[in-house]
């Protein structure tokens, strides 16, 4: 599986949009960007993910670039209850259904 | 609709004692998924079941460790002789299928057992 990079922690003001990137340079073609986030003392739960094409849902946007090496979730407009750590994980096609977690990145979104 | 639930939510054991670890799927998911999170960790993949197959057993950090799963549905992760490196939650998830990239992958993650070995 591709190795992703994302930044320790972020802060982030409360209403204002959340932008956590991640950098997977070596992802491969087939290889698809997932984002989990877990909250304090919860199970993580799935947010978002894509192959190439921008995607949309009710919970975030996740940004991919055109060579997909990178990519960014974006939260439009955070709340407390956004406060968690957030994973950007790389997944083999074919390598069955196990997910390999980062460190994440801490989001604080403050008042 | 109900999620994946575990039980116990908290254990405590002394060292050598034998654990049992139960979660309960959603309803319908062909695959399920054990994962342990230490204190100040990153979360850990340990075993998972898919249907028939046999279980991807890959993750499991020693013999003292096993999993089953009865009927395609509830499972069981039984520690043997715990010590106290064997402190963490335990995560157990389930999803339709094992296929990247569909929304039939999708991970549903239970609340956790958390595990103290004193």
């Known amino acids: 599986d591709a190795k992703t990079t994302q930044p320790p922690s972020m802060d982030c003001a409360e209403g204002r949009a959340a932008n956590l990137p991640c950098n997977h340079s070596?992802?491969?073609?087939?290889?698809?960007v997932y984002w989990y986030r877990q909250i304090h003392s919860q199970g993580p739960q799935y947010i978002i993910h894509?192959?190439?094409n921008n995607e949309t849902n009710e919970m975030a946007s996740l940004i991919i670039t055109e060579d997909r090496k990178s990519s960014t979730l974006i939260l439009p407009h955070a709340t407390l209850r956004d406060t968690a750590v957030y994973y950007c994980?790389?997944?083999?096609?074919?390598?069955?259904?196990?997910?390999?977690f980062g460190q994440g990145t801490e989001l604080s979104v403050k008042p | 609709g109900a999620g994946v639930s575990q039980s116990p939510s908290n254990k405590v054991t002394e060292k050598g004692k034998d654990v049992e670890l139960r979660c309960d799927p959603i309803?319908?998911?062909?695959?399920l998924y054990w994962y342990r999170q230490s204190l100040g960790q990153g979360l850990e993949f340990l075993i998972y079941?898919?249907?028939?197959?046999?279980?991807?057993k890959s993750g499991l950090p020693s013999d003292r460790f096993s999993a089953e799963r009865t009927g395609g549905s509830v499972s069981t992760l039984t520690i043997q002789r715990t010590q106290q490196e064997d402190s963490a939650v335990y995560l157990c998830?389930?999803?339709?299928?094992?296929?990247?990239?569909?929304?039939?992958?999708?991970?549903?993650f239970g609340p956790g057992t958390r595990l103290t070995v004193l």
């Open positions: 998830a389930s999803s339709l299928a094992v296929i990247a990239g569909g929304r039939s992958d999708t991970q549903y």
């Open positions: 070596t992802i491969s073609g087939n290889e698809y």
């Open positions: 894509g192959l190439k």
């Open positions: 994980i790389v997944r083999v096609y074919n390598q069955g259904g196990k997910l390999i």
């Open positions: 309803s319908g998911h062909t695959a």
């Open positions: 079941f898919q249907g028939n197959s046999a279980p991807d």
